[in-house]
């Protein structure tokens, strides 16, 4: 017979049999939210498409949790200066707060990120069905630092070219380009004074003409570092890249196409302005739409052409949320974050809407998703280029990619107007970029390329 403690160690042991079984079987967001209903979580986030058509569903969240969600909705430059000052003064006034490319790196120096992975790892809180693999590796790789997870992606971009179908039929083009060779052919062919062949950002920054000229940066061969960090950002590649990207615009580029944005860009492209830019894929929301648009059903996209020899690099750009280090309510918080990144709210915001930009492969990659988005063929080519890049086209794994993207961003435009050769300008930024190198401590710390692309 069983002993007293024997059927106590027994009973224990089916007791947690039976809480294992009924966690992985029975997990749900009701149960795991009881104790935090009541709870309001305050989230401060930007205006954004996707945000809008996700809108409509967070009321079904604090319904099903008891859980209130209170946004703070602003535009995107007033939110970044009032959500750095909050995280700087240690307010704890937020559960979420928005993240992106351009942030990551700065707010995981500065520890105002809480990591995830205990989240992840806690049966109470984790859906088992959540599938975090689900996520682009070109979108989930942005919030990461050596294994910690710091922020979920809810949408991904990345750079294509986008060009009028009836143009290129009127000049008897077969096709987009698909070699730089190509671009410059196309385009020499295509351009005319009333509707200029090509436009990319050419306004100085990390997220404007940098944005653009990382692509040939890497098309032709080049690197930002080599694998000890070192910058290589004057080598032959990179000069032939920057003399490449700014001969385009000065040859087929619109009027005053030195200080162009990528909302100059969209809308240029939309009253038939133009017949062709390389930009973000979500520029082209709205080209089918006859209230805003001269060029309904005229247009395609392609993936940017790159040399046969080159990496195929076109620039991604995620946006996300993080929970706030010190956030009061970081597990409710948990709950609604995962809720909001999930594979049903991607779906939602892909066929209940427009939700072009999402980051699941589950639902980009379904037959019924590439169906709704064949059109222009902004399926096939948005998801080709997506599987392709990578998540560090540019360096925004280092904080100081900031000041380094905005003064690269002036030296390219000095050479774009005339004010100095391609060779000078990134002597000049290759020299600044060693020395916020060695400021920052990389090569004292002996630390190595995390991009292995190329190497």
């Known amino acids: 017979m069983l002993g007293r403690k024997s059927w106590l160690l027994l009973s224990m042991v089916m007791l947690f049999s039976v809480i294992g079984v009924s966690q992985a079987m029975g997990w749900s967001l009701k149960e795991a939210a009881k104790p935090y209903k009541g709870t309001t979580i305050h989230m401060l986030i930007n205006h954004h498409r996707m945000y809008e058509y996700s809108l409509p569903y967070i009321p079904e969240f604090e319904k099903e949790t008891g859980i209130?969600?209170?946004?703070?909705?602003?535009?995107?430059?007033?939110?970044?200066?009032?959500?750095?000052?909050?995280?700087?003064?240690?307010?704890a006034a937020y559960d979420l707060m928005h993240t992106s490319t351009s942030k990551s790196a700065r707010y995981l120096r500065a520890k105002w990120c809480a990591p995830l992975n205990d989240y992840m790892n806690d049966p109470r809180l984790a859906d088992p069905d959540y599938d975090y693999e689900d996520i682009l590796g070109s979108a989930r790789g942005i919030f990461v630092q050596d294994g910690v997870i710091y922020g979920f992606p809810w949408s991904i971009e990345a750079n294509v070219y986008a060009y009028r179908t009836d143009v290129f039929e009127e000049h008897g083009i077969a096709g987009p380009p698909k070699t730089y060779e190509d671009l410059e052919n196309i385009s020499k062919k295509i351009h005319t004074a009333e509707i200029p062949a090509i436009s990319m950002r050419a306004g100085p920054g990390n997220t404007l003409n940098v944005f653009i000229w990382s692509g040939f940066l890497w098309g032709f061969g080049g690197r930002w570092f080599d694998e000890d960090l070192n910058p290589v950002l004057n080598s032959e590649a990179a000069i032939r890249a920057t003399e490449f990207y700014c001969n385009l615009l000065r040859n087929w580029g619109p009027k005053g196409y030195s200080t162009y944005i990528h909302y100059d860009i969209r809308n240029d492209f939309q009253?038939?302005?133009?017949?062709?830019?390389?930009?973000?894929?979500?520029?082209?929301?709205?080209?089918?739409?006859?209230?805003?648009?001269?060029?309904?059903?005229?247009?395609?996209?392609?993936p940017i052409p790159v040399p046969p020899d080159g990496i195929f690099a076109p620039t991604p750009y995620a946006h996300g949320m993080f929970i706030?280090?010190?956030?009061?309510?970081?597990?409710?918080?948990?709950?609604?974050?995962?809720?909001?990144?999930?594979?049903?709210?991607?779906?939602?915001?892909?066929?209940?809407?427009?939700?072009?930009?999402?980051?699941?492969?589950?639902?980009?990659?379904?037959?019924?998703?590439?169906?709704?988005?064949?059109?222009?063929?902004?399926?096939?080519?948005?998801?080709?280029?997506?599987?392709?890049?990578f998540a560090f086209v540019r360096p925004v794994w280092l904080p100081e990619f900031l000041e380094i993207g905005d003064r690269l961003g002036i030296a390219i435009q000095e050479v774009l107007i005339g004010e100095r050769t391609a060779k000078e300008a990134l002597d000049e930024i290759n020299e600044?970029?060693?020395?916020?190198?060695?400021l920052g401590g990389y090569y004292k710390a002996g630390m190595k390329n995390p991009n292995k692309v190329g190497l």
């Not at 209170?70 to 003064?89: A, D, H, P, Y």
């Not at 600044?432 to 060695?438: A, G, N, P, Q, S």
Request: charged share 30%; glycine share 4%.
């Open 271 to 302: 009253v038939g302005k133009l017949a062709s830019f390389i930009d973000a894929d979500g520029l082209t929301i709205g080209s089918n739409d006859p209230k805003i648009s001269k060029i309904v059903d005229k247009w395609a996209i392609a």
């Open 68 to 91: 209130k969600v209170e946004v703070e909705l602003l535009t995107r430059r007033t939110m970044n200066t009032k959500q750095e000052f909050e995280l700087g003064s240690n307010t």
């Open 324 to 389: 706030p280090y010190d956030a009061p309510n970081k597990e409710a918080a948990f709950l609604f974050m995962q809720w909001y990144t999930s594979k049903e709210m991607e779906r939602h915001r892909a066929f209940d809407h427009q939700g072009c930009i999402g980051f699941r492969k589950s639902v980009r990659f379904t037959p019924e998703w590439i169906e709704k988005y064949s059109v222009n063929n902004y399926a096939e080519a948005d998801n080709y280029s997506l599987e392709h890049t």
């Open 432 to 438: 600044d970029t060693y020395l916020f190198m060695e």
